[in-house]
């Protein structure tokens, strides 16, 4: 305050320089406590509600329709037409270019991204079996397809990771099978060949 003092020329009582310094203080507690209030939020964390997460994806604005087929313990069986069964939920029907489309404010945006995500919400012990299924070609060219497992919790850790390629209409392929044991425990990951399909039609 003494520096103060001497560029202005005022002089600062000791009860003025009790108010000042208690103003700072309430100031900097109340600046703490706000931040502490309002922590800030957090970005690029995702929390979903799922044990695991399984991506099927092919390339963006292919016009191909691409279905994920998948099947659980105790008969439990998820498609297009089927979207939860047990703990396994099909999160959409992803048809190439037919439904990427949609209108707002008058105007049409397309969406280009082809993919379908799979979660299982728990860890029923069985064997899982993920298939990919070339439903409809619009182009008639073969198709490939990348096929993501991740184990969600307790962190999230990469499973499997490949690409294959469906070759023409009416193609089905295991992409992945694996199996929980009774304590949950993630074994025998494999790309066995098992047919889901039953020539159900959309």
């Known amino acids: 305050m003494a520096l103060f003092q001497r560029k202005t020329g005022f002089d600062i009582d000791p009860f003025t320089d009790l108010l000042f310094n208690a103003l700072l203080t309430f100031t900097f507690l109340f600046l703490i406590a706000l931040l502490l209030l309002n ?9 979903p509600k799922a044990e695991f997460l399984i991506t099927v994806s092919w390339p963006d604005g292919d016009p191909n329709d691409i279905d994920v087929w ?6 439990t069986k998820v498609w297009y037409k089927r979207t939860q069964d047990g703990l396994m939920h099909l999160d959409r029907d992803d048809r190439g270019l037919a439904n990427d489309t ?8 397309i969406n280009p ?8 919400r728990g860890r029923p012990p069985g064997e899982f079996v993920i298939n990919v ?8 060219n073969p198709v490939p397809v990348t096929v993501y497992l991740a ?20 193609d089905e392929a ?3 099978r694996f ?3 009774p304590k949950g425990q993630v074994v025998d990951i494999n790309q066995l060949q098992k047919k889901l399909v039953s020539g159900q039609g959309k």
């Open 70 to 75: 998948a099947s659980g313990p105790k008969g």
């Open 39 to 47: 922590p800030p939020a957090k970005t690029g964390i995702i929390d």
């Open 113 to 120: 991204l082809n993919q379908e995500v799979l979660t299982i």
């Open 174 to 176: 295991t992409a992945v």
């Open 151 to 170: 184990e969600v919790n307790p962190v999230m850790k990469v499973l499997s990771y490949h690409s294959l390629i469906l070759e023409q209409q009416g």
């Open 179 to 181: 199996t929980l044991t």
């Open 102 to 109: 949609q209108t707002v404010n008058g105007q049409e945006i």
């Open 133 to 140: 299924h070339y439903f409809k070609s619009a182009d008639q």
